[in-house]
């Protein structure tokens, strides 16, 4: 028969189990939910980012192919003057002021696509808050931002995984502690039979 002392004790365990089991879980939970925020966050920064590259990469490539294009310009307005100065231009002539032509036709037709790139990246930085007047400064101030996002990311990392550890733990001294209360009420209930029976045969006997 089990000592009611003893199943007072396994069952106080198992209810003082479940606070602790609750507090970690909604610790996990929180953990969870600020490391997916703080994910989305640096998502969001790195993007930021990107966009810096991308203007600062379409500024370079405006500023060579518009460098080309004035050269292209010059060489139809010589090959031009040339054709001019001559009653009869030659073949040759002909073919070169073509091409001249042809290639600032398409030189313009780029600049003019990344002056509308340009455009369009200027105004998503400054949607986010970027100035690209002032780029080196927002470009220091968002790398000071996304080293301090990259450590709250590992920080509730780190705290959603010890977070994890504590509830395997729990996990397996919870199953230890249900098998110990199921053996505490069956030990409950032969002690109560054993008890019955025992009354039983106690009873006198009637003559």
Do not use: C, W, Y
Not at 160 to 166: F, H, I
Request: positive net charge; charged residues 25%; aromatic residues 2%.
């Amino acid at each position: 028969m089990a000592n009611p002392l003893e199943l007072k004790v396994i069952f106080s365990a198992v209810d003082k189990f479940v606070r602790p089991v609750n507090a970690i879980t909604g610790s996990a939970r929180a953990a969870s939910k600020e490391l997916k925020g703080a994910e989305q966050a640096l998502k969001s920064l790195h993007e930021q980012q990107k966009l810096i590259d991308s203007f600062r990469s379409t500024n370079k490539a405006l500023g060579i192919d518009n460098a080309k294009l004035d050269e292209a310009r010059a060489r139809v307005r010589g090959i031009a003057d040339a054709m001019a100065a001559t009653t009869t231009p030659s073949a040759a002539m002909q073919r070169s002021f073509a091409q001249a032509r042809d290639e600032a036709a398409q030189l313009s037709a780029n600049v003019n696509r990344l002056i509308e790139r340009k455009q369009r990246l200027r105004q998503e930085l400054s949607a986010v808050g970027l100035d690209t007047k002032q780029l080196a400064s927002g470009q220091r101030e968002l790398k000071a931002r996304i080293d301090a996002a990259t450590a709250s990311v590992k920080a509730h990392g780190d705290a959603l995984e010890a977070a994890n550890k504590k509830m395997q733990r729990l996990k397996a001294a919870q199953a230890d502690l249900a098998k110990s209360r199921e053996m505490a009420g069956k030990l409950a209930g032969t002690g109560a039979k054993l008890g019955a029976a025992g009354a039983a045969t106690s009873l006198p006997i009637a003559m």
